[in-house]
């Protein structure tokens, strides 16, 4: 069972002032439970299904909607695309709490909407690309998030071409780890319940070092009880990183794709200074 396959999520510490804010500093992460209102949630769901509308309550696929500042993965680069956010986001959005020297405002919120029992492949997001602070809003259903230290496994992983633990952008050569980057144990996933109208922040190692994913089932188990999954929404906020910001230097050299991309432009000077000096 994929239970079994999962450590004890850690505990996290509750803000004394506002008991709906958990935090979890040792790992970046903070959980705002209640951060819209019932009223919003529905304005959401309304929202998001007057854009879609052939979305059929039977559906099963995954369905995105894309508002705010795209992004290109094909050249790494901002487009100069912005489509309007719509007002069931901007109503709310003033109340986001934000970090200037980690993004400050998102600029670039994605929409999406998971059948019950579907899941999300562990991911981490380009970490050149986005600024520090990643947020999901989650609306609709609750559902267990996975989070999982990065190791050697997702090192090797996301220099396979294609088949990355990022999103979409994947080396196109595969290239060896770097020496002693992962030593240490692998490490077992852990859950943590996102409820319906909770908003949760990834900083520091939860965003740069560990993946986060949702394991495909029909339930999660809340406080010793089996709770059926609901169609679940959620709002992912971004801010896309100007030109002259995309980089990266985190920690985190192995599930980093600024560094990856150096070793293969590392690689490729190698190779082609070897291939000068036979020439020669
Ligand atoms: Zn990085």
Redesign the pocket.
Known sequence: MALQQLQPAPKPEINPDSPNILSWPDLGLTLINGFITPEEESALIDGFQSLSPSLDPNIKKRISQHHGRHFDYTTFGTTSTITPIPSYITSWLPRLPTYPDKGGLPDQFTVQYYPPGSGIPPHVDT??MFGEALYSLSFGSGVGMAFKKAGKEEARRIRMPKRSVWNNSAPEKPVSIPEGVYTGEEEKPFEIYLPARSLLIMCGPAR?GYTHGIKPRKTDLVGGEVVMREGRYSVTMRSVRREEEVG???G??GV????IREEQEEARKKEEESRGETSV
Do not use: G, L, N, V
């Open positions: 970490h050149s740069y990266c230097d985190c985190y050299p980093c794709d600024a560094r």
